[in-house]
């Protein structure tokens, strides 16, 4: 199947819907499927069977499946034999593949669609649809549980300790939003605290705490039984990811620069450290600050190709204009975006810790930085000469680490695998179609999700590049707990 481009159309009577929308739940999933959502063209939901794959250099082979619709897709989740996966956002279809051979082991379709990244975790599957439930299944594709929370839902949910973590508007309430946390294998509500709005990826699970970042940039850290432990306004960008009790993000700073004479805003970004304690407070680790564009939405919005893709995705399923139901888009500029679809897609320049090491892909260099001496130790940019200019849009994923090695995507459908030590590539493969989620690496195969609706697995030749097996490492998103650099 090939994915032709979707052109770009003005639906003036979905405005109408849309405003009202904004003022009843629910209206808004219900036009979707009218005006332009998963169900046009009649049934979009057969997946066609696994194709054998090589990579342009012939060097790496595996298996490539094609999932109907084209949709930009999340990482998937490998666990026991099995590879879970949503078919995109718009869409109403989810998946479990044959981890090994890749073909369909079964099908779920959601009622209400943009189902994201799934969390395996004790037998359980765990999502969420953009429009709007939370959705609970057995690994065999078995319903056990879901929720209706709000509209839209742009995060992940995590999952720790047989409970599960979840931000979400209260749409059919006082409209403000909530991070809840509910029985696993039940469902049923333990706790919700507010928060500022909605969160950057996902909640992260260290011991007795639950982490996120809001989009308009505050930390966050709550005790097991929902009391908030402490919270700061740092302009986070990314989710935070916690090691030793510390906690590591990526985070925005604005000044001014002469252009034309004149004053203008510049957009940077920082990775920064912040310690445990409520009376703690974030510091930057200045090394790695960098200009960053891509965090300017002035200027993406005027020349960046998939912040127009991104609001095409918008209507599409009932978002037409700047209104977009209870997302408190607004919050969003603070990362660059004024989406549902981009705020959905976005990650960030999310760290993770492995040793003594922070790794941080920034837009388009990876970084490692040394956490005693807060210098970064090498740092590469993987993009051809003719394809640097102005970055409005970050062209690496986060990276994903297991046994010594750096497994990461790149918008130019490259998969690299490199040394966690040195940074040198030990391999890459180009998959022709470009990479926007972060990998899944799971014995001895790396997993990745395309921006045009594939999913490709490549052996990487050694059984021990295993352990980074969904979002973030695990269902608790934390991977630094879980990964040990090879000697």
């Known amino acids: 199947?090939?994915?032709?481009?979707?052109?770009?159309?003005?639906?003036?009577?979905?405005?109408?819907?849309?405003?009202?929308?904004?003022?009843?739940?629910?209206?808004?999933?219900?036009?979707?499927?009218?005006?332009?959502?998963?169900?046009?063209?009649?049934?979009?939901?057969?997946?066609?069977?696994?194709?054998?794959?090589?990579?342009?250099?012939?060097?790496?082979?595996?298996?490539?499946?094609?999932?109907?619709?084209?949709?930009?897709?999340?990482?998937?989740?490998?666990?026991?034999?099995?590879?879970?996966?949503?078919?995109?956002?718009?869409?109403?279809?989810?998946?479990?593949?044959?981890?090994?051979?890749?073909?369909?082991?079964?099908?779920?379709?959601?009622?209400?669609?943009?189902?994201?990244?799934?969390?395996?975790?004790?037998?359980?599957?765990?999502?969420?649809?953009?429009?709007?439930?939370?959705?609970?299944?057995?690994?065999?594709?078995?319903?056990?549980?879901?929720?209706?929370?709000?509209?839209?839902?742009?995060?992940?949910?995590?999952?720790?300790?047989?409970?599960?973590?979840?931000?979400?508007?209260?749409?059919?309430?006082?409209?403000?939003?909530?991070?809840?946390?509910?029985?696993?294998?039940?469902?049923?509500?333990?706790?919700?605290?507010?928060?500022?709005?909605?969160?950057?990826?996902?909640?992260?699970?260290?011991?007795?705490?639950?982490?996120?970042?809001?989009?308009?940039?505050?930390?966050?850290?709550?005790?097991?039984?929902?009391?908030?432990?402490?919270?700061?306004?740092?302009n986070a960008t990314s989710a935070p990811v916690v090691s030793e009790g510390e906690c590591y993000f990526s985070c925005r700073e604005q000044t001014t620069v002469k252009q034309g004479g004149k004053d203008v805003p510049q957009q940077n970004e920082t990775l920064a450290r912040r310690g445990g304690d409520p009376q703690d407070k974030a510091k930057e680790i200045t090394a790695t600050s960098r200009l960053a564009d891509y965090l300017d939405y002035g200027k993406r919005r005027v020349n960046s190709h998939l912040e127009s893709s991104y609001q095409v995705m918008d209507a599409n399923v009932g978002f037409n204009g700047p209104s977009k139901g209870d997302a408190k888009i607004g919050q969003a500029l603070n990362l660059g975006q004024s989406s549902v679809a981009g705020v959905w897609s976005y990650q960030g320049s999310r760290p993770h810790v492995a040793g003594n090491h922070l790794y941080s892909a920034m837009g388009d260099t990876l970084k490692c930085v040394d956490l005693k001496t807060e210098k970064v130790l090498w740092k590469l940019d993987p993009r051809e000469k003719k394809d640097k200019g102005e970055l409005l849009d970050a062209v690496l994923t986060p990276p994903a680490l297991v046994n010594g090695k750096i497994f990461l995507g790149t918008a130019a459908g490259e998969v690299l695998c490199l040394s966690a030590d040195t940074g040198k590539q030990l391999w890459s493969a180009n998959v022709g179609e470009p990479i926007v989620f972060q990998p899944a690496v799971a014995k001895g195969r790396v997993y990745v999700a395309t921006r045009a609706g594939s999913l490709i697995c490549l052996e990487t030749d050694d059984e021990k590049d295993d352990g980074w097996v969904m979002w973030g490492a695990n269902a608790a998103h934390n991977g630094a707990g879980g990964v040990i650099l090879a000697k």
Not at 89 to 105: L, Q, R
Not at 157 to 162: D, E, K, L, N, Q
Not at 200 to 216: G, M, S
């Open 1 to 234: 199947m090939t994915c032709a481009a979707i052109p770009i159309r003005l639906v003036w009577t979905g405005l109408l819907f849309l405003l009202a929308g904004a003022l009843v739940p629910g209206v808004r999933a219900q036009q979707a499927n009218k005006y332009g959502g998963p169900q046009r063209g009649g049934d979009d939901t057969q997946v066609g069977d696994p194709v054998a794959f090589k990579s342009k250099d012939g060097k790496k082979k595996g298996w490539k499946v094609a999932l109907p619709g084209c949709r930009p897709l999340a990482t998937p989740a490998v666990v026991d034999g099995k590879v879970f996966l949503g078919a995109g956002f718009g869409s109403h279809e989810f998946y479990a593949f044959d981890a090994v051979t890749g073909k369909k082991v079964w099908q779920y379709r959601t009622k209400d669609d943009g189902p994201t990244a799934a969390v395996v975790a004790d037998g359980h599957v765990v999502f969420n649809t953009e429009s709007c439930e939370l959705e609970v299944l057995t690994v065999e594709g078995k319903p056990v549980w879901k929720k209706w929370l709000g509209d839209p839902l742009m995060s992940m949910a995590a999952v720790a300790g047989g409970k599960v973590y979840m931000a979400y508007p209260n749409s059919k309430g006082d409209r403000k939003h909530y991070l809840a946390c509910f029985e696993l294998k039940t469902g049923k509500d333990l706790w919700k605290h507010e928060i500022a709005g909605e969160i950057i990826t996902a909640p992260v699970i260290d011991n007795d705490r639950v982490f996120l970042a809001t989009l308009e940039g505050t930390l966050y850290c709550f005790k097991s039984d929902g009391k908030p432990a402490w919270q700061e306004k740092k």
